[in-house]
């Protein structure tokens, strides 16, 4: 995973910081950039990286949507809560401000976390979230990228790398992260629909 998606990120990033196609938002349909839902299950008690294998094993095999679901919401809880009282407390503090739309807030206060927990990955992947909405892609991708150093299976951080190369207008590397999205969430939201419509896009062109 390290050695196919870092090399990529680094060449975007320069790609990224020369232009911006101004047509982008008119591209093919991206998906929405997945986020934890509001609430989320408790999950004590065993070793947090057991319980993300046993998830993500069963997250391949759910038999249907609501069932995948549920599944997901668990691998949030599990990716959500820090070992930092600090850094948890402070994370609900930037919730509360991107509900209030206080987006500059939000994104000092994970810097904070950030410095304080650097091993937290969904700290990282909240701030590629806010840095992507404001249009901040380069620094969206690099966020992108600490988060899949620390665990490649991060569908949603896979899902807002393939839209951030959809929208530059690299539909074959947006189809081969979604498809690698899929690998990991084969039911993750609206992303069959698109990978198949990609699929017709690339297919036959010169590239």
Not at 66 to 89: F, Y
């Amino acid at each position: 995973m390290r050695a196919r998606f870092l090399p990529l990120l680094l060449a975007v990033l320069s790609a990224a910081a020369i232009a911006w196609p101004g047509n982008a938002f008119a591209q093919a349909q991206t998906p929405k950039w997945v986020e934890p839902p509001d609430k989320l299950p408790n999950v004590q008690g065993a070793d947090p990286t057991r319980n993300l294998d046993f998830l993500f094993g069963a997250l391949k095999v759910a038999p249907d949507d609501e069932s995948a679901k549920a599944i997901e919401s668990r691998i949030w809880a599990l990716w959500v809560i820090s070992e930092s009282d600090t850094a948890n407390l402070l994370m609900t503090r930037v919730k509360t401000a991107v509900d209030g739309k206080e987006t500059e807030l939000a994104l000092k206060l994970l810097d904070s976390i950030i410095k304080i927990r650097p091993d937290y990955t969904e700290a990282w992947n909240r701030r590629a979230t806010l840095r992507f909405m404001n249009k901040e892609f380069g620094k969206s991708l690099a966020d992108i990228r600490e988060v899949l150093r620390r665990e490649p299976r991060h569908f949603g951080a896979l899902s807002g790398l393939g839209q951030i190369m959809q929208q530059l207008g690299d539909e074959k590397r947006a189809l081969e992260i979604y498809r690698r999205a899929l690998e990991v969430h084969p039911r993750l939201e609206r992303l069959p629909d698109l990978v198949k419509t990609l699929q017709e896009k690339v297919e036959g062109q010169d590239i």
